[in-house]
């Protein structure tokens, strides 16, 4: 669904989640912008018990002069507005919403889907904010945002919140919009500077007092109370200075599901994969490296684990993790060949970007690809690939001259795909951004390069040649694979990527 589709309809409501946070109002004050900018009949709304009471919260609409209004629910359960209902940051019908009736409905979020049937639908789970979705809907729509009437601000602070200020940032969606933004610096400072009342600092400090600890892993659950997603991360940020806890995991309940917060301190555990594995099929995680967070929808929860208890099932599944991946450090590994297979690459089209023809050398970059930042500093010889279905990895010349022929043809006109999110090149010391296909040329395997592999009965950390700071991760059923000319260059193949890029010899 297109903001565009919905231009029909007047008048608009935009109704926030009750009790609101800052995403669901930045979201709400973005469409809001949108429409009225469309001379249409628009409100911004919200409900529920309770009216805003937060400072940050009040300080955020006031400063900006968010126009939200407070309905109040009408005691036999029934509400209504003329023309179209917008949801946002929530899906209509849903616990933390109270329902209102309209002539049109439609819902606009972040979060998994827990609501069918309504046809006018954009959700899109796995975004750091619902922020980041206005923002990216409301610019496909051709409203340039600026920070006049304060709505930069509003969008940059709904996805600081949202995210552990930054820390929980997974989909390069949100980094974009957070790097392209214009906002006012001050007010996100004042904002963030009465955030935590001094019931939250208590709820801190007990939370911290009744954590459990798994010695075998080195690693803590703690169950705070209910409060703001920015206290779980206070929380997990100061649990890993001690000395002998090397990951966390924080959570606690809201009306509709568990918000968690995750962080490492060690190379061996990615805090975004391990809160993706802990949200798997019941909501969405991910973030840095080093701290992320997710969300766990209650009613997914309810029908998969409804006998568990929520500490129990985060311990658990904690547990699980550890004990579900081998590690494996390529310098160090000495593979049994006689377990796997020789394979030949396929003569399909790969794109190619010589890195240190376009940029000097020394030069700071970062790669931005959906499966997240990939920061290299250009040398000599630097070669970026790009896979059939949009993956990114560094090759060095030497080897890719070996294993490949070069064609003047441009990737992008000679084989398209659908990606969800196009790789870009960002220089890290000016913020440019340099979209990878842009400079990509195309190049076909010569077949002279052969591999060993063999499919994965279990999970596997693989610590490559090219990054020994950061792991790939291979679930079974994906390809172990090491070069046959360099028995130490070892990765993942993917099992989709590899059935249609592999052949056996």
Known sequence: MLLQDLEEFNPITIQCHDNPDADTMASGYGLYCYFKDKGKDVRLIYSGKNKIKKSNLRMMVD???IPIEYVKPLEEGYNRVEGLLITVDCQYGEGNVTRIDADEVA???HHQVEVEGVELTNIFPGLGSCSTLVW???TDGGYKITDENGLGTALYYGLYTDTAQMSEIYNPLDKDMRESLEFDNSYITMFRNSNITLKELEIA???MLRYSYNEEHEFAVIRS???????LGLISDFLLQVDQIKT????NETED???????SCIKEVNASELAAYITEGIGSGGGHYEKAGGFVSKKLYNKKYDCIHAEAYFNNRMNDYFHEYDIIYSKDYEADLDSMKLYQKEKLPLGYVNIWELLPVGTPITVRTLEGDMDLVVHEGLVIMIGIEGEVYPNRLDKFEKAHMRLESSFKAEYTVDWDYVPIIKIRSTGQNMPLLRYAKMCLPNGTVQIYAKPLERGVKVFTSWDKGKYMLGKPGDYLAVRSDDLHDVYIVEKDIFG??????
């Open 500 to 505: 249609r890029t592999y052949r056996e010899v």
């Open 248 to 251: 966390c995991l924080v959570f």
């Open 136 to 138: 990216k809907m409301i």
């Open 107 to 109: 819902i606009i979020d």
């Open 63 to 65: 400063t900006l002069g």
């Open 257 to 263: 599901g568990y918000k968690i917060s995750v962080r």
């Open 225 to 231: 109370q209910p409060c703001d997603p920015n206290i």
């Open 205 to 207: 400090g007990i939370a």
